[in-house]
């Protein structure tokens, strides 16, 4: 996650180099048809991530207690125990919306970038567009302070993110590559 934006690259060998060949050989409009196409390449990713974050909303987390987890490090020291909380789920009680994961469904977007110190395709939350939550809201459970008090409470989050990506990269990356060479050989 760069710059504390989620996001997913499919990262293609020189895709700077391939659009600018593209623009020289078949010409603008191809070109331009190009990067439409490549810009498509996650609409699938998008509207799965979309129809998590239109799901009913989760219920409230209390915290009901702690147990011991054993912990291996990886790198072969001792394993430890490690006090870890757990949460039991309440009933959602919340009646009003502000909007919040309508405007964290409205910031994904897929993005070609082809500069000069990174290329490829991106698909990412804009937090400009859907605020802090893009990142809080993928988490299991969040904590937050309760509006108007110096109280926390623990919330269930909705993973949105990745469970989409790892099932659409491929076909996304496939999509990509057929764009690119359809592009090529002057049929975009």
Known sequence: MAGGEPEITIDLRSLRATLAKVKEEQGPRIHRNLRKSLRGVGDDIIADQKSLLS???????????KKLVRVKPKNGRKAYLRAVNVYE????????????????AGSLKT?????????GIRIQANKNVGGVMTKVWNKKIFRHQVFGTDAYVAQ???????????????????????AINDALNGKG
């Open 111 to 119: 993005r070609v970038v082809a500069g000069k110190t990174r290329s």
């Open 89 to 104: 789920a309440k009933a959602a009680s919340r009646k009003r919306t502000k909007g919040m994961r309508r405007k964290v």
């Open 55 to 65: 799901a009913p909303l989760p219920g409230m987390a209390q915290r009901t207690g």
């Open 156 to 178: 269930y989050g909705q993973p949105y993110w990745w469970k989409p990506i790892k099932a659409g990269g491929v076909e996304a990356r496939k999509k990509a590559e057929k």
